[in-house]
């Protein structure tokens, strides 16, 4: 066989491969047995061999790469990613509508409703139709690039499939889609966003698989595919049920694109991609309102779990108008199904005692299936809630479960009460002291928990040890669950930042097991370990803002604080917070001598506008927003002041003291707000069309991020500038019929300058 004979085999082998993957692991359709899919596959690999040359990163065969990797190297989204604000009301959701049309008062809406997928969100990035990375969401900027191991699951396209041409659209939809020429050519650049999940099916398979080999079952579908990401060997990842639908873009650039959600839906899916199972167009309210429940209805057949339904408005030009927040867009919005529940039997109750040291009661159940996983215990809450519902053991009793949320006991069913079950008296079976390490105990009048106080209690440090290794917040799995148990027990740790001065040694013959039965953690699991430490060592400063458990700060908060502030020391001595904690105390203040002191009022307001200008320059606060203090991030008065008096205490000073002794200076990876507000492209929107003379668009676009602008894919009347090389396309006639300004490249740099 010649070269040209074999490449020219190769093309229709790798076709063919392609076609049938996506006939069987995007459309659950395949029209050939696994033994002709097989022996394509072996004639594939045997031409390869025999001619190396036609190797290509984007063959079928390339799909699981042999080596594992050491770390997942850190990648910028271009666009970033957004999260989505979230109600369980439909009421709530009438009144979202309502504010969506608030802001564009004039037009007509048009929404889609579509499955929220319980999965793990990642973002491919498509050049010329190549997979060229694909990331994790991370905090939304940056993420983890997990190429090799999304390139594992077969419904991913490596290579786009190329729209058909379309003579002339064949359907009012088809011309919706793409105006009135067709789109036939690859995007030079796009960003497919979506989901990747592990489905019912195959997460109960790989459990049984797991139990059988003496391996601890995964809690959930959607932890076992988050487990199975972070393997940095592919190999691994291959063997593991994942999938993944999409359902978003974010760059793009290309000629032409569609300009609906529901036009770029049905676009994805014939670039190759598996969308959502169903996707519905409203034209009104009560429409929304019945795809919602109609989606309720049909979504436990979807082979995946779903916790909600995604409202998105359609138009792609009326987005841009509604505008976004910091943190998500106000087009969009998920409506989450109430709680799954299960009836179950209460064998018992047992306490536990929490990283703050509060005694929460904790049922042992008769195990039941719930929402994805199987449930053996539910918290109580507390002791009152516990004689409230008159919950005793032996009740058969409801249990409910929301998410990623705790389950709960919510009720006892009392006709099915056996004469047997007894109440359960807390204060005796505790006899007033911890149940763990037989500290005092106390119990606030203000509050209905009992809480240790002694703080080296193991049972709160083994929590806080847990919560510090967890995902999320440092994500070092190997020293989470049984590992910290036994650290504590051992007196090996007494806080979180103890286990950074574990050696080898030490780990390598950490008795797991009893003092009769010992079982060693071994020095393969000690060196996994620290290498995971050291790796946490750099992990960014938002978590470890979540990982230290600063009282009020959640996930959420801890990313925002961490896109204002670039080093702890920053949050430590912040003045953002201390502005937010003085706005709301000064405006107390202005308030009460209003009436009686004039002049000191006025001052005040006059120091309050200071603030306020202050904390908007830094990008902290948007007073266009409605609010009062218009700030625009979850960092309000109360968490800003227990921010401040964590780092103020001597927990806190002792903790930043001790990262700085271990060498750990986490420093946040997002631009300043505080800075992009005072650069020059602060606030302004580019898009980039044609062919630059001496600039690529990666270098134009990286110039325009760096002096804090923002690239988008389409123009629009909100768009600042357009930047056009040669052969710029529609973009560059939409820009001129918007009156947007056109910027050619020397006028660009000179604007940089
Ligand atoms: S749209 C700017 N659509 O939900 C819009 N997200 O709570 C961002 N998710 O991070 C996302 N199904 O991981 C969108 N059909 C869907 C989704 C979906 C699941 C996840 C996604 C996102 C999270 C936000």
Known sequence: MTLAEAKSRHDDLATQLRHHDHLYYVQSKPEISDRD?????????????????????????????????????????????????????????????????????????????????????VNLTYENGKLIVGATRGDGTIGDDITANLKTIRSIPLTLKKPEKKASPKSKDESDLFGD????????????RGEVYMSRAGFQKLNAE????????????????????KQLDPRIVAKRPLNALFYGVGAFEGDLAPDTHHGWIKW???????????????????ELLNAINELDKIRHDFPYETDGAVIK???????????????????????????????????????????????????????????????????????????????????????????????AVIAVVESKRPTSAHPFDFQKHIHNKCPVCGGPISRDPQYVAWRCENLLCPAQTTRRIEFFTARGALDIESVGGIVADKVVERGLVREPLDLFELTLEKLATLNLGTDD??????????????????????????????????????????????????????????????????????????RKVRRENPTLHEQLKAELDAIIQRLTDAGFADRSQGKADGIVTEVG????????????????KT?????????????????????????????????????????????????????GGKVTGSVSKNTSYVLAGAEAGSKLEKAQALGVTVLDESAFLKMCE
């Not at 391996?215 to 988050?226: H, I, M």
């Not at 790796?535 to 908060?557: D, H, M, N, Q, Y």
Request: proline share 6%; net charge neutral; aromatic share 6%.
């Open 313 to 407: 408005l359609n138009n792609f030009d009326l987005r841009e108008k509604v505008g976004y927040t910091t943190k998500a867009p106000r087009w969009a919005m998920a409506y989450k199904y109430a709680a799954e529940q299960a009836e179950t039997k209460l064998n018992g109750i047992t306490i536990q005692v929490g990283r703050t040291g509060i005694l929460t009661p904790v049922a042992k159940l008769e195990p039941v299936f719930l929402a994805g996983s199987t449930v053996k215990r539910a918290t109580l809450h507390n002791e009152d809630e516990i004689k409230r519902k008159d919950i005793r053991i032996g009740d058969t009793v409801i249990i409910e479960k929301a998410g990623e949320v705790i389950p």
């Open 637 to 652: 008065p109360v968490v800003a002041k227990s921010v401040l008096d964590y780092f103020a205490s001597s927990a806190g």
């Open 210 to 229: 797991r139990i059988a080999a003496g391996e601890e079952a995964f809690q959930n579908p959607r932890n076992s595919a988050a487990g199975s990401l």
């Open 655 to 707: 903790v930043i003291k001790r990262m700085h002794e271990l060498g750990i200076t986490p420093t946040s990876q997002k631009v300043e707000v505080s800075k992009k507000a005072g650069l020059p492209f602060s606030g302004k929107t580019f898009v980039l069309t044609g062919t630059l003379p001496t600039m690529s668009r990666e270098e134009a676009s990286a110039r325009i991020t760096k002096l």
């Open 517 to 590: 039965a010992a079982r060693v953690f071994g020095p393969k699991n000690a060196e996994k370990a620290i290498r995971a430490l050291e790796r946490a060592k750099t992990a960014p400063l938002s978590r470890w803002l979540f990982a230290l458990a600063i009282p009020e700060v959640g996930k959420t908060t801890a990313d925002q604080l961490a896109s204002f502030h670039s080093t702890i020391e920053d949050v430590a001595q912040s003045q953002l917070l201390r502005d937010v904690v003085d706005y709301h105390d000064k405006s107390e203040e202005a």
């Open 181 to 192: 020429s067709s789109a036939s050519s690859l995007p030079r650049v796009l960003e497919v």
């Open 37 to 121: 899919y097989d022996r394509l596959y072996r004639e594939l690999v045997d031409l390869e061999t025999q001619f190396p040359e036609l190797l290509t990163p984007d063959s079928p065969t390339q799909r699981v790469s042999e080596s594992p990797i050491k770390a997942f190297k850190p990648v910028q989204h271009r666009v970033s990613m957004l999260s989505l604000d979230n109600t369980y009301s439909q009421e709530e959701v009438r009144q979202f509508v309502a504010r969506v049309q608030r802001i564009v008062p004039n037009e007509k809406l048009e929404w889609t409703v579509e499955p929220k997928v319980d999965g793990l969100a």
């Open 268 to 286: 994805l899916a014939e670039l190759g991609f598996k969308t959502p199972e169903k996707i519905w167009v409203c034209q009104s309210e009560d």
